[in-house]
């Protein structure tokens, strides 16, 4: 299983983003993927997961300014932020959920600076 994620960079504050995430060398079996994140000095904290049936979770941090959807014929999670703040500035990392086993990706660093 590997997963690809993609745009992340620099971002100013109040601004927003799009994160995305493809899944493969996979095929039935997912059950949820997420978006998960690191700042310096701190722990991995869930940012958002979506379970494969259409339900969603949020982070109180970032509920109601962002939305975690997902394609499934393409393995495909997505991540929209906006009203972008300092404290969003992490790595963030996708997960996938697949069998019951998590997998994880390598991260991509969102940076919240004017």
């Known amino acids: 299983v590997q997963l690809q994620a993609s745009g992340g960079g620099l971002v100013q504050p109040g601004g927003s983003l799009r994160l995305s995430c493809t899944a493969s060398g996979l095929t039935h079996g997912i059950t949820a993927m997420g978006w998960y994140r690191q700042a310096p000095g701190k722990r991995r904290e869930l940012v958002a997961n979506i379970r494969w049936g259409g339900s969603t979770n949020y982070a109180d941090s970032v509920k109601g300014r962002s939305t975690i959807s997902r394609d499934s014929a393409k393995n495909t999670v997505y991540l929209e932020m906006s009203s972008l703040k300092l404290e969003d500035t992490a790595v963030y990392y996708c997960?996938?959920?697949?069998?019951?086993?998590?997998?994880w990706g390598k991260g991509t660093q969102v940076t919240v600076s004017s």
């Open positions: 997960q996938v959920r697949y069998y019951g086993t998590d997998y």
